[in-house]
């Protein structure tokens, strides 16, 4: 179950496929209704309405205020992860061990990056068509769960007994309220990690800004500006990890 070295090494690559796929919808484009695709923003705010449980403004309301939470909470904690970790090791093709973070994020859950970045999925997905969303989201949870795995597989054989006894008191994804392991004196690094994860961050501030005006093909250009920006910046950034 758990991933490859090869998987863990293009997961990037991979990711942007998931994102692409979920766009694309291709069984939609190439299928019988390929004329009346949509996106579910639009679809679970008439679900909504259209069951009585809100009336359609509110219902439009709640669903693009969830999804600016969920890129918004998203963002934050891969800033916070990778001010940690640091952003070489974020974007590394290789995994690393040198030590157990317990400091940050990590005293709370062992995977914040990956729970952001699940929680930013969210947010993109409600401009996808419904099946390329469900699609991508599951898509995506399957490959986050196969790197989680690898990566602490990695972890346990390179540190032993002091992440086995780290796993025992974090959990790995659903965040623990009061930490069970002590601070550590790591310092984070704000500044790198906030050019690090220009993506996400860039991307909640669109959402923040322009999904009130509830126009899914102007965010849909703001989701690739903001990755494109963010491989500039990427180019830039510091490639090898202490």
């Not at 640091?86 to 859950?109: F, N, W």
């Not at 990566?151 to 965040?175: D, W």
Request: aromatic share 12%.
């Amino acid at each position: 179950m758990k991933a490859t070295r090869f998987e863990f090494r293009f997961r990037l690559l991979i990711g942007v496929v998931l994102y692409v796929l979920g766009f694309w919808a291709p069984w939609l484009r190439y299928g019988a209704d390929r004329g009346h695709i949509t996106t579910t923003w639009l679809e679970l705010t008439g679900f909504l309405a259209s069951h009585h449980w809100v009336e359609l403004q509110p219902a439009s309301l709640l669903v693009t205020s969830l999804a600016i939470a969920c890129v918004v909470l998203g963002a934050m904690l891969r800033v916070w992860g990778a001010a940690y970790i640091g952003s070489a090791t974020v974007k590394s093709p290789a995994m690393h061990a040198p030590a157990v973070v317990a400091e940050g994020p990590y005293r709370h859950l062992r995977n914040p990056l990956y729970l952001g970045s699940f929680l930013v999925s969210i947010a993109v997905s409600i401009l996808m068509p419904p099946t390329g969303a469900l699609f991508f989201l599951i898509a995506t949870a399957l490959q986050m769960l196969r790197l989680i795995l690898g990566e602490e597989a990695f972890l346990e054989s390179r540190q032993g007994e002091a992440y086995r006894a780290y796993k025992t008191r974090v959990p790995r994804i659903l965040p623990r309220a009061m930490p069970r392991v002590p601070a550590s004196a790591l310092r984070p690094s704000w500044a790198q990690a906030l050019l690090g994860e220009i993506y996400p961050v860039a991307l909640a501030i669109c959402f923040a800004v322009l999904a009130w005006r509830y126009n899914a093909s102007l965010l849909m250009q703001a989701v690739i500006i903001c990755f494109g920006a963010s491989l500039v910046v990427k180019a830039f950034l510091p490639r090898t990890a202490e």
